[in-house]
């Protein structure tokens, strides 16, 4: 089944505490993406990447960090967590030829303390 | 001036109500113009997209773009209570370029 995962769904940590997501898709796509979601923000991206080894900001990167080494995945870092941080994330991935078809994971609820 | 305007709602409707949802936009080089829908914690799926000015249906589902006048609509014909869920617009440059999304409306449809 095509489809992309994320891992963990939900998380809650404290300030500072570094931590991943994970990413992974099967659909052997090219362009792999970060967003988070907030309410009455709606969706905006983080990062994006267009290929291995190469990543590019969002409109929103400050504060997370990606790399794409292999081109399933596609982790997002945050190293140093903080409260506005809190939100819901979505990991996307879709084809260099259909870049208008995005297929979205599940979500990771993040809450930082 | 933002990017992308959708009105948030909610949209409350009854069941098989016609539903109109629209979206407007600034940037006159958006080429593609997509729907998602997002049901409560779930990720968005695509919908529907259109290339360029004109009409695309899929059963009750209809897309319309006026670029002349940098606005996009989702019509729904017979609405469902499974339609309910959160409406996106989403829209892209021609080539590889970033979707930029519209802030969604919420749709609900009463049995």
């Known amino acids: ?113 | 001036q933002k990017e992308v305007e959708q009105d948030p709602g909610p949209l409350s409707v009854p069941e098989g109500a016609i539903v109109s949802l629209n979206c407007t936009y600034s940037n006159s080089a958006f080429q593609y113009f997509m729907w998602y829908r997002q049901y409560s914690r779930k990720g968005p799926e695509l919908l529907m997209y259109t290339y360029s000015s004109g009409n695309k249906e899929d059963g009750r589902f209809t897309a319309q773009v006026d670029k002349s006048s940098k606005y996009i609509s989702l019509f729904i014909r017979d609405s469902q209570p499974s339609d309910s869920a959160t409406y996106l617009c989403a829209m892209k440059e021609s080539g590889y370029s970033t979707l930029t999304f519209g802030k969604g409306t919420m749709l609900l449809v009463s049995p």
Not at chain 1, 28 to 40: A, I, K, L, T, V
Not at chain 1, 58 to 85: A, H
């Open chain 1, 1 to 113: 089944e095509a489809q992309v995962t994320q891992n963990p769904r939900y998380l809650i940590t404290v300030t500072g505490k570094k931590l991943t997501v994970t990413c992974s898709q099967n659909m052997n796509h090219e362009y792999m993406s970060w967003y988070r979601q907030d309410p009455g923000l709606g969706l905006r991206q983080i990062y994006y990447s267009m290929n291995v080894e190469v990543t590019d900001k969002g409109d929103v990167p400050e504060g997370y960090k990606v790399s794409r080494k292999e081109k399933r995945n596609f982790p997002l870092i945050l190293e140093s967590p903080s409260p506005n941080q809190t939100s819901l994330y979505f990991c996307a991935s879709s084809s260099r030829v259909n870049g208008e078809t995005q297929y979205f994971g599940p979500g990771t609820r993040l809450l930082v303390l």
